[in-house]
């Protein structure tokens, strides 16, 4: 028996929610970038099961997954060291304390 | 195929390790960069003119699509480019930005815009958009001295990073629905969807423009715009306001008049409030701001707001019309940034009380200022007027009279804070100060920005016949 496909989706969309709703809460900038990546692999979860399901002859899904995977890593090494650069200049990643740019 | 039609992008991607050799080459003086940069540029636009004329052909497996579109908003990149790239040796020497840095990082990421608007594909054009997005997250952080660069650097990552994941996951759905990532495909998949499909295509519809939508500062996704746009070194926020707001509209046009017109109902009354929302928001912030760099930003979401204009009367009339908008609006802004960078190469220029007496100490910036902000403002007979009157007239002849109304209300809204810069400069005084003398590279893109603002306003049918030339649909 083959596992249904709203289940994955399902489960991608309780992922993806997750990942959302805590990057809108979390103050920690890293903890930020690791709800960017639970989003992500909800995406790269829905991909997947699309190209399993809907088209298997077809490898776009899968290319496409390696594709976002690859940037994701590019995104967080720059999102790192963007964050490096600022802990070493007043010794705290705590977004709500980044106020001087405001209205 | 024809690799002569893809060499726009192999010259930038060229140009992009070539200055990394020619940065490390120049140990003393930065200016081998700069000429490089400038060469480069040029010739990547000769490549992209030369190739105009040349048939719609779709390239590496229909993930690249050369057209007139594509080729219209590669002219607009690249042009943006070059100006950046004049108008910013000197603020990069006196601020303490590393050049060499710069300029590759700011050619990749107008090689990442070239292929947004080149793409018809969902993988290109994530993937364009990326390389687009993280060089800019580096480039808002350049002044590593400056606190403020630091923050604007941080929020334009993670606000850039969980705006593209929305997107990204729009796109799985509406691969989900269509069964494709081929705009055209995906066009053509439309009319067989039922039920359970039309549901995950309207969910993927609502994602991708919350994605898009923050990557354009369209009202209610605007407000990081003002900080990033204000902590950025300014060359980087003229970039960013310019180029990478017109990619997102090229993205926009692409995925809405390819993959969704049957769609155009449903979103065009979506994009119409947003609209509405996006210049008025901009144009109320815009008033109550006294940093330069900050109302200019607020400036830029109202603009933005007029683009979308275009965009919502859903005409190939109001697309014409908004890539004329966009095209002198990129020039008429490189153009004022160019003043902000002059001034503040020479004194701190945050505040925009410190334009106070610029008629006097140096009366040519002060003329070609008031000349960019009566263009942005809309004042008859320069090319910001022209853009609004295609708009208004797209959007009366779409039958949607209201839309026009808002626009032209308000630009007369905006006029209010274009005309406290121009008060600064020529009413109030102030001691006399030292005269300040612009170089030769500001001074071209002074005298290019004002020359095209007045000229595509007086004369602006060759302009217009070339964008209402132009097929959005392949």
């Known amino acids: 028996m083959e596992l249904p496909l709203t289940y994955v989706l399902g489960f991608s969309a309780l992922l993806f929610g997750i990942g959302l709703f805590g990057a809108l809460t979390v103050s920690n900038a890293i903890r930020i970038l690791m709800c960017v990546e639970i989003m992500l692999n909800a995406v790269n979860i829905n991909l997947i099961a699309f190209g399993r399901y809907l088209t298997p002859e077809a490898a776009t899904g899968q290319v496409f997954t390696l594709f976002v995977m690859t940037v994701a890593a590019a995104e967080v090494a720059i999102g790192l060291a963007i964050i490096l650069m600022i802990s070493r200049r007043r010794d705290s990643i705590d977004i709500n304390k980044m106020n001087l740019l405001k209205w | 195929m024809d690799l002569m039609l893809i060499l726009p992008e192999f010259i930038l991607a060229g140009l992009g390790l070539i200055l990394i050799g020619v940065d490390l080459a120049a140990r003393q003086s930065k200016r081998p960069v700069v000429i490089v940069g400038v060469l480069g540029t040029i010739a990547a636009l000769a490549a992209v003119v030369a190739n105009y004329g040349q048939e719609p052909t779709d390239l590496w497996g229909m993930q690249l699509r050369h057209d007139p579109f594509a080729s219209f908003f590669k002219i607009v990149f690249l042009i943006i480019l070059g100006l950046v790239f004049l108008s910013s040796g000197e603020y990069l020497r006196k601020h303490r930005v590393r050049t060499g840095e710069f300029y590759v990082l700011i050619t990749l990421a107008t090689l990442g815009a070239i292929?947004?608007?080149?793409?018809?594909?969902?993988?290109?054009?994530?993937?364009?958009?990326?390389?687009?997005?993280?060089?800019?997250?580096?480039?808002?952080?350049?002044?590593?001295?400056?606190?403020?660069?630091?923050?604007?650097?941080?929020?334009?990552?993670?606000?850039?990073?969980?705006?593209?994941?929305?997107?990204?996951?729009?796109?799985?759905?509406?691969?989900?629905?269509?069964?494709?990532?081929?705009?055209?495909?995906?066009a053509?998949?439309?009319?067989?969807?039922?039920?359970?499909?039309?549901?995950?295509?309207?969910?993927?519809?609502?994602?991708?423009?919350?994605?898009?939508?923050?990557?354009?500062?369209?009202?209610?996704?605007?407000?990081?715009?003002?900080?990033?746009?204000?902590?950025?070194?300014?060359?980087?926020?003229?970039?960013?306001?310019?180029?990478?707001?017109?990619?997102?509209?090229?993205?926009?046009?692409?995925?809405?008049?390819?993959?969704?017109?049957?769609?155009?109902?449903?979103?065009?009354?979506?994009?119409?409030?947003v609209a509405l929302a996006t210049m008025t928001f901009g144009n109320i912030g815009a008033l109550a701001q006294h940093r330069v760099k900050r109302m200019l930003a607020y400036s830029a979401v109202a603009q933005a707001g007029y683009v979308l204009v275009g965009l919502a009367i859903a005409t190939p009339a109001g697309a014409s019309a908004m890539l004329f908008y966009l095209f002198v609006y990129a020039i008429m802004t490189i153009g004022a940034f160019g003043v902000v960078i002059f001034l503040s190469n020479h004194v701190p220029a945050d505040e925009i009380k410190d334009f106070i007496g610029l008629a006097q100490r140096s009366p040519g910036v002060a003329l070609a200022m008031t000349i960019l902000m009566l263009?942005?403002?809309?004042?008859?007979?320069?090319?910001?007027?022209?853009?609004?009157f295609l708009l208004f007239r797209a959007a009366v002849d779409a039958g949607l009279v209201w839309m026009g109304a808002a626009v032209v209300l308000n630009s007369v809204l905006s006029v209010a804070y274009y005309f406290r810069i121009i008060r600064n400069m020529y009413l109030r005084e102030r001691e006399p100060g030292t005269r300040l003398a612009a170089g030769?590279?500001?001074?071209?893109?002074?005298?290019?920005?004002?020359?095209?603002?007045?000229?595509?306003?007086?004369?602006?049918?060759p302009l217009v016949g070339i964008v209402s030339a132009i097929s959005f649909t392949p």
């Not at chain 2, 997250?137 to 650097?153: Q, T, W």
């Not at chain 2, 007979?381 to 022209?386: D, M, R």
């Not at chain 2, 030769?440 to 049918?461: C, K, N, Q, Y």
């Open chain 2, 188 to 273: 053509e998949s439309i009319p067989s969807l039922a039920g359970g499909q039309l549901a995950l295509l309207s969910a993927a519809g609502l994602f991708l423009l919350v994605g898009l939508g923050v990557k354009v500062a369209a009202f209610p996704l605007h407000m990081w715009a003002p900080d990033v746009y204000d902590g950025s070194p300014t060359p980087v926020s003229a970039f960013l306001i310019t180029a990478s707001e017109a990619a997102g509209f090229a993205v926009l046009l692409r995925i809405l008049f390819v993959a969704l017109p049957q769609l155009a109902e449903d979103w065009q009354i979506v994009l119409a409030l």
């Open chain 2, 115 to 186: 292929l947004m608007a080149g793409s018809l594909d969902f993988i290109t054009i994530f993937l364009g958009l990326e390389l687009l997005a993280l060089p800019s997250y580096v480039l808002a952080g350049m002044r590593k001295n400056d606190i403020r660069s630091h923050e604007a650097s941080i929020k334009f990552l993670l606000i850039g990073a969980v705006s593209s994941a929305i997107m990204l996951f729009g796109i799985s759905l509406l691969y989900g629905a269509a069964g494709t990532t081929n705009l055209q495909a995906i």
């Open chain 2, 375 to 388: 263009s942005l403002a809309g004042i008859p007979p320069t090319a910001g007027f022209f853009g609004k």
């Open chain 2, 440 to 461: 030769i590279p500001i001074t071209v893109v002074l005298v290019l920005a004002v020359i095209s603002s007045v000229l595509f306003g007086v004369f602006p049918e």
